[in-house]
């Protein structure tokens, strides 16, 4: 459902569909899953696979900032995060979405466009959850596995114990 109204959102037959995994180390499996959903709404796929492939800065911008939609894999936040910073994926992200490009992701996908989201996907035995901070342009504390786990009762209390909160709503 959230696939369907994310080409509803989009009036052009075959949108350019851009898919990030980055998160999940952008395996061939996760890809694979990935660009095969979306072949179902459009042909015109393609994956940025930047854990496992060189791109020139110049064209991986301007594969991001002219799609039509761009979807984001789940997976290990911070990995995510430091490896867009690496070749400026975030700020292309942020340029993409100022255009007007639909944006959506699941998991740490959906908490990379948030301004700061309740992570739990850390290493084992130490798993902890704290603040991941995304890309900002969704204004949002977001709690994308709040329903998974008694912990997620803390993350209301954690928007409260923020003593200059940047904003009032948190999303579960």
Not at 23 to 41: C, F, H, K, P
Not at 66 to 77: E, F, K, P, R
Request: aromatic share 16%.
């Amino acid at each position: 459902k959230t696939y369907r109204a994310a080409f509803d959102l989009i009036d052009k037959k075959n949108p350019k569909v851009i898919v990030l995994c980055t998160a999940g180390r952008d395996t061939v499996e996760n890809i694979n899953s990935y660009v095969g959903t979306m072949r179902g709404y459009s042909r015109n796929v393609e994956a940025i696979a930047l854990s496992t492939q060189l791109y020139d800065p110049a064209e991986l911008r301007e594969k991001i900032v002219t799609a039509d939609l761009i979807i984001v894999g789940g997976g290990q936040s911070e990995y995510m995060m430091d490896t867009w910073k690496q070749f400026k994926v975030d700020e292309y992200l942020v340029e993409a979405y100022n255009k007007g490009v639909v944006c959506i992701g699941g998991s740490a996908g959906g908490m990379c466009w948030t301004y700061c989201a309740w992570n739990d996907f850390y290493e084992l035995p130490d798993s902890v959850y704290k603040w991941f901070y995304g890309i900002d342009v969704i204004p949002i504390y977001y709690g994308p596995h709040f329903s998974n786990s008694a912990l997620w009762a803390e993350f209301d209390s954690a928007i409260r114990k923020e003593t200059s909160p940047k904003y009032e709503i948190g999303y579960p």
